[in-house]
Structure formats: structure tokens, C-alpha cells
């Protein structure tokens, strides 16, 4: 099946500092990635769209300049939440749209998250 | 955008059968997608609905009707590990990204 691969699953950072997470199809290509923000018993919420090889498109009320992404090859995407504050502290999710026939590149698979906490 | 509604929180005994309905309001409906997700975890795919009818797999079914904006998921032999949240989640054809618009989830309770 397809696998998501997302690193660090738990990351504390102190306040101001810069956190980078991965997100890596393991056994296929993704040309497009996505990044969702969870919070506690709340419902997934997409920030942005990455597209191998352009720049990602972001959801209205994200800030693109905290929130780098990068999706520099099919199999790797980055989400860098820049200058973090307590505020960022959340789940952070990366999904992946399936390889192969139309039908299964409309199903997402997710990484398993990471967890941020800033103090 | 879309407007995706289900309920917060349904209680079961195992054993038993549960029916988490979603409805939704779409622009343009290109699909329908259950997900299970574990507290703390990150979804897991259940189902895809594009057209109308019903899909089966194992103890889990999910039911698509476009005309009427609704679908359900049926979870039959109701184990303790099925205890998670269900997430029910709508594509819009306008969208060529594959973007999937949320809803808020259904916890699910199972007891003994």
C-alpha cells in the first residue's frame, strides 16, 4: 500500500526558534502533498497545497512566510514553522495523494504527525 | 466551499452496529471519503464513494445518495479498538489539487 513517512513525530522547541518537519512518500511518487493543522478534538484543518517543483498554495488565513514549504522532489515535502510561539503549539499532518489509477490518486494517506509544543 | 455536518459523538456496545450519517453542500461533489482517526493519531482511509450506492468492505459499509447530500458509515460487529473518531470528508470537482474539505468528526464509543 501507499506509505507516508512524517519526521519528527514529537518536537519541544523553545520559543523563536525554527522547527523543519518531513514528509516523505516511501513507495511512490506524490506530486501533491498537504498539511493540515489539528488541534485538540478539533477536525483537520489544510494550510496549504504543495506541488512538486512550484511554489504552494496556502489556505486563506495562513501565513505563508511563518509556514515554508518545500517540495523539492516526488518523494519529499517540508513544512518549516518559522519564529515559533506557543500559539504553533499543535498537530501537525502531512498527507499524500495516492499513486496509480485515477481512483486511488483521489484517496489522501497520511503520515502518522508530528506533535509541537513551543515553550 | 462545502458545508459538512455529522454528529459529535455516538455510544455503542460491542457487538453492536453503528450508523455515522454525514451530509454536505458542495458546489461541485467529486467524492466522498470516510477516514479513522485514533486519538493522537493520524487518519487511516476507510472508504470512497463517487457514486451512488453502497460500498462494503469487511464490517465496515459506507452509502453515498448526490441527490440528497448525505452518506453514512455502518461499522457492524462494533470491537473496542473501533473506538476512535470518523471523519468524513468531501472533494469538490472544481478543485484539480485533490483538496478534501473536513468535517469535524464523530467519536465513536465503544463499550464493553
Known amino acids: 500500500g501507499a506509505v507516508v513517512s512524517q519526521h519528527p513525530s514529537w518536537v519541544i522547541c523553545k520559543s523563536g526558534t525554527s522547527v523543519k518537519i518531513e514528509c516523505r512518500s516511501l513507495d511512490f511518487q506524490a506530486t501533491t502533498m498537504f498539511w493540515y493543522r489539528q488541534f485538540p478534538k478539533q477536525s483537520l484543518m489544510l494550510m496549504a497545497t504543495?506541488?512538486?517543483?512550484?511554489?504552494?498554495?496556502?489556505e486563506q488565513g495562513v501565513e505563508k512566510d511563518k509556514f515554508l514549504i518545500n517540495h523539492a522532489s516526488l518523494t519529499l515535502s517540508t513544512l518549516t514553522v518559522t519564529s515559533a510561539h506557543p500559539e504553533d503549539s499543535s498537530f501537525y499532518i502531512c498527507s499524500a495523494r495516492g499513486p496509480g489509477t485515477p481512483v486511488l490518486e483521489n484517496i489522501q494517506y497520511f503520515g502518522a504527525g508530528t506533535r509541537l509544543s513551543v515553550l | 466551499g462545502q458545508n459538512i455536518d455529522q454528529p459529535t459523538e455516538m455510544t455503542a456496545t460491542e457487538g453492536a452496529i453503528v450508523q455515522i450519517n454525514c451530509t454536505y453542500q458542495?458546489?461541485?461533489?467529486?467524492?466522498l471519503f470516510w477516514y479513522q482517526q485514533h486519538a493522537g493519531e493520524a487518519p487511516t482511509f476507510l472508504s470512497y464513494?463517487?457514486?451512488?450506492g453502497l460500498e462494503e468492505k469487511g464490517r465496515f459499509s459506507s452509502f453515498l445518495s448526490r441527490s440528497k447530500g448525505y452518506s453514512y458509515l455502518l461499522l457492524k460487529e462494533l470491537q473496542m479498538k473501533d473506538s476512535a473518531s470518523y471523519l468524513c470528508a468531501v472533494r469538490d470537482r472544481g478543485d484539480s489539487w485533490g483538496k478534501l474539505q473536513f468535517g469535524a468528526g464523530t467519536q465513536v464509543v465503544v463499550t464493553p
Open positions: 504543495s506541488n512538486e517543483g512550484s511554489k504552494a498554495t496556502y
Open positions: 464513494n463517487v457514486l451512488d
Open positions: 458542495t458546489s461541485g461533489f467529486n467524492g
